[in-house]
């Protein structure tokens, strides 16, 4: 969560510079998208834990 928070904040920067670099601000997008397409997938796994079948 704080790494997804650390992107939002240079994210944010990046974008109120006076001459914003694009392709920083489309590489930041894409991992802040990443990391919380990550953030994501672990909170359904642990909201639904694995049940083990006995035999």
């Known amino acids: 969560m ?3 928070q ?3 904040r240079e994210l944010r920067a990046e974008i109120t510079r006076r001459w914003p670099d694009m392709f920083r601000i489309q590489k ?3 991992l ?3 990391v919380k ?5 672990h909170s359904h796994t642990s909201l639904h834990p694995v ?3 006995k035999f």
């Open 2 to 4: 704080q790494y997804h």
């Open 6 to 8: 650390k992107i939002d």
């Open 28 to 30: 930041l997008k894409r």
């Open 32 to 34: 802040k998208l990443a």
């Open 37 to 41: 397409d990550r953030l994501e997938s």
């Open 51 to 53: 049940r083990l079948h």
